[in-house]
C-alpha cells in the first residue's frame, strides 16, 4: 500500500487565540513529556507501516502545534527515527512546520541534516499590534532574521504561512507583509483568511476585537492574492500559492483523497480499499488527549467507516479546492462513474456561470477557476444537493 504520512507535534510555544488545532502550551518543565511523546510516536508510525503494510509513503508531513518547540536534539531523534522506519520507502517531500521564536540554527540545521527537505514557516503577520490583539505567540522583530536562515538553509524549499482579516490590518499593512516575505524567495506562501472558530478565545472575546468586517477582510485578502500572482506565484488551492513546480505535494495527496496514516493525539489517517464491488474508506482520529496517546496510542482512535457515497462527496468537497480540480482518472477508478455523470446539471450550470478554466495539460479535467474558487461553497452546495438524487435514483 502506499500512504503519506502526517505526524502531530502537539505542543506549541503559547496558544493563539484563532487556533483550533490540538495543542498546549509547553515550557521548561515539559521536557520529560516531551521525551516520552517523541517515543510514543515512533512506537506509533511503526505500528501503522506495518499494519497497513506500507510498502511506500511518497511524502510525510511533520505538524501541529508547533514541531520546532521540541528543539534540535528532540527533532533529531524523532528524524532518526522516522529515517530508519522509512527507508526502502521512497520518500520524496518530507516537511516540517517551524515557527520563528524555535526555529533556530540547530533545529534549522537538525532539520536539514535529518532528511527534511521543506519548511512550513508560520509567520502570520509582522504586524504587531495584529499580532498582540490574537495574543500570536513570538517577537515580530525576530522573523526576518529567522526567514533569512531558513532561506540559508533550505534555498527555494521552503513556505511561509501569511494571515488576511486580522485585527488591526489593512490591504496596505498585509501587501508591506508579502513584500518582506519574497525578499527571502519561498517557494511556496498560504494566505489564510483568519476564521473565527466555535470555542476558541477569538470568539469569546470577539466583542472586544476591531476585526474588520467580512468584505473588508475579503479586499484585504484579495489584494494578498493579486500581489502573489503578480510576483508569479500561481494559487493552486483556495488559499496556497506557489512558485511553478513548488506545489506541496503532501497537500495535493490531501485534495485527492489519496491514502495517509496520521500519527500522534488528535491526528487522523484515511485509507481507502479499491478494486471491490463498492469502494470502502476507514478514518481514524486519535482523541485529543496527550496522557492517553502516551499510555495506548493505537488502541485511543475513533474509527469512521467511509461508505461509497461519503467518499464521493469528499472526493468532491476536497478536489474542488484544487486547480486542477478533482482527477478524473482516480475518481472513475473509484466509482465506475465520472464526475459528470454525478452531477451533470451543477457543471452546465457552473460552467455558464464561468466556474471552471482551462487546465493546461489536464484537459479533461473540471478544474476550477481562480475567480471561481471565490464561489466553492455555492458550487459544493449545488453538487451535494444534486448528488442526493443522483446516489439515492
Ligand atoms: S502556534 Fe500554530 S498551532 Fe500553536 S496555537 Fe498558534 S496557530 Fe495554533
Redesign the pocket.
Known amino acids: 500500500m502506499i500512504c503519506s504520512l502526517y505526524v502531530h507535534v502537539p505542543f506549541?510555544a503559547?496558544?493563539?487565540d484563532?487556533?483550533d488545532?490540538f495543542?498546549v502550551a509547553v515550557g521548561r518543565g515539559d521536557e520529560a513529556l516531551m521525551d516520552r511523546f517523541v517515543e510514543a510516536l515512533l512506537a506509533d508510525v511503526r505500528e501503522q507501516l506495518e499494519f497497513f503494510q506500507v510498502e511506500q509513503v511518497p511524502t510525510v508531513f511533520v505538524g501541529?502545534?508547533?514541531p520546532s518547540v521540541l528543539g534540535a536534539s528532540r527533532m533529531e531523534r524523532l528524524l532518526g527515527g522516522l529515517a530508519a522506519l522509512l527507508a526502502r520507502r521512497g520518500v520524496g517531500e518530507f516537511t516540517v512546520e517551524a515557527?520563528p521564536e524555535s526555529a533556530d540554527e540547530d533545529f534549522l540545521r537538525s532539520c536539514r541534516d535529518g532528511g527534511v527537505n521543506r519548511i512550513s514557516l508560520?509567520v502570520q503577520s509582522f504586524h504587531e499590534p495584529s499580532r498582540r490583539a490574537v495574543h500570536?505567540?513570538g517577537e515580530g522583530s525576530l522573523l526576518s532574521e529567522r526567514l533569512e536562515l531558513v532561506s540559508r538553509y533550505f534555498p527555494g524549499a521552503f513556505s511561509v504561512d501569511l494571515m488576511a482579516g486580522l485585527p488591526f490590518q489593512n490591504e496596505t499593512i498585509l501587501l508591506c507583509d508579502i513584500e518582506r516575505v519574497l525578499a527571502f524567495e519561498p517557494a511556496h506562501i498560504s494566505l489564510y483568511s483568519l476564521t473565527v472558530e466555535p470555542g476558541t478565545p477569538l470568539e469569546r472575546n470577539i466583542a472586544g476585537l476591531s476585526l474588520p468586517p467580512g468584505d473588508e477582510a475579503d479586499a484585504v485578502w484579495l489584494a494578498g492574492r493579486d500581489a502573489l500572482e503578480a510576483a508569479g506565484f500561481e494559487q493552486y488551492e483556495v488559499s496556497n500559492f506557489a512558485r511553478p513546480g513548488r506545489q506541496c505535494a503532501h497537500n495535493v495527496r490531501y485534495w485527492r483523497m489519496e491514502n495517509w496514516l496520521g500519527a500522534g493525539p488528535a491526528a487522523s489517517g484515511t485509507v481507502i480499499a479499491e478494486g471491490a464491488a463498492s469502494p470502502f474508506g476507514r478514518r481514524y482520529t486519535y482523541g485529543a488527549d496527550i496522557a492517553a496517546y502516551l499510555s495506548r496510542h493505537g488502541s485511543s482512535a475513533h474509527v469512521e467507516e467511509l461508505d461509497r457515497d461519503a467518499l464521493i462527496r469528499e472526493s468532491l468537497l476536497m478536489g474542488f479546492r484544487y486547480r486542477e480540480g478533482p482527477d478524473p482518472a482516480i475518481f472513475r477508478r473509484r466509482f465506475s462513474r465520472s464526475i459528470e455523470d454525478y452531477i451533470p446539471q451543477t457543471i452546465a450550470r457552473w460552467r455558464e456561470r464561468g466556474f471552471f478554466a482551462a487546465c493546461p495539460g489536464h484537459a479533461g479535467n473540471l478544474a476550477p477557476s481562480g475567480e471561481g474558487l471565490l464561489f466553492l461553497d455555492g458550487f459544493l452546495r449545488d453538487a451535494f444537493a444534486e448528488l442526493g438524487h443522483s446516489v439515492s435514483g
Open positions: 506549541c503559547g496558544l493563539c484563532y487556533c488545532f495543542s501541529g502545534g508547533t515557527n508560520g500570536r505567540v
